[in-house]
């Protein structure tokens, strides 16, 4: 079975920082594009970063651009989230998803870890 | 920056045909994808490439895509129908999200 598990999330003031993980199993995940969405309570989704199969690409969304950093590690079949200068604004459940990218959707996500920027 | 417009809610009879649309600058020329999300849960795919169904969802979800608009049916639709749906689609790599609607079945 595919499975992605996030995990890192907590309370954290703001300006501090998070680092979130998702490892993924039932998929080779090396193979994949990787992304991160983010849904602030009681919101919609908001597409935050995503990073090709080699890691050779990175992308982000404007508002955590310079803040946020996507990486990944191959070999243990993980995806993370470095998140610095955290605003209130980042409060949100944070997913991770693979993507298929030549039929450009997110087909496995998982069930999302929680974010919360407050002092 | 690229942007998707969706109705914030859309309620439907149960039996009936919901449709939800999603509108944005030459959509038509985009593939969308769909997304439902229950309270509580991660989204699920129901469409992607504007028509196609992914393994497991049922006949009663189908797209369409032309213009400025994609639009979500739902025929028959029942009360496990009832939930959040989100338009989807890629401004070169980066994902655009709707912002969402709310379907209510009553």
């Known amino acids: 079975e595919m499975q992605l598990v996030e995990s890192g999330g907590g309370l954290v003031q703001p300006g501090g920082s998070l680092r979130l993980s998702c490892e993924a199993s039932g998929f080779t995940f090396g193979n994949y594009w990787m992304t991160w969405v983010r849904q602030a309570p009681g919101k919609g989704l908001e597409w935050v970063a995503n990073i090709k199969e080699d890691g050779s690409e990175k992308n982000y969304v404007d508002s955590v651009k310079g803040r946020f950093t996507i990486s990944r590690d191959n070999a243990k079949n993980s995806l993370f989230l470095q998140m610095n200068s955290l605003r209130a604004e980042d409060t949100a459940v944070y997913y991770c998803?693979?993507?298929?990218?030549?039929?450009?959707?997110?087909?496995?996500w998982g069930k999302g870890t929680t974010v919360t920027v407050s002092s | 920056s690229y942007e998707l417009t969706q109705p914030p809610s859309v309620s439907v009879s149960p039996g009936q045909t919901a449709s939800i649309s999603c509108s944005g600058d030459k959509l038509g020329d985009r593939y969308v994808s769909w997304y439902q999300q229950k309270p509580g849960q991660s989204p699920v795919v129901v469409i992607y490439q504007d028509t196609k169904r992914p393994s497991g969802i049922p006949e009663r979800f189908s797209g369409s895509n032309s213009g400025n608009t994609a639009t979500l049916t739902i025929s028959g639709t029942q009360a496990m129908d009832e939930a959040d749906y989100y338009c989807?689609?890629?401004?070169?790599?980066?994902?655009?999200f709707g912002g969402g609607t709310k379907l209510t079945v009553l």
């Open positions: 998803a693979r993507v298929l990218w030549s039929q450009g959707y997110m087909d496995v």
């Open positions: 989807q689609a890629w401004d070169t790599s980066a994902a655009i």
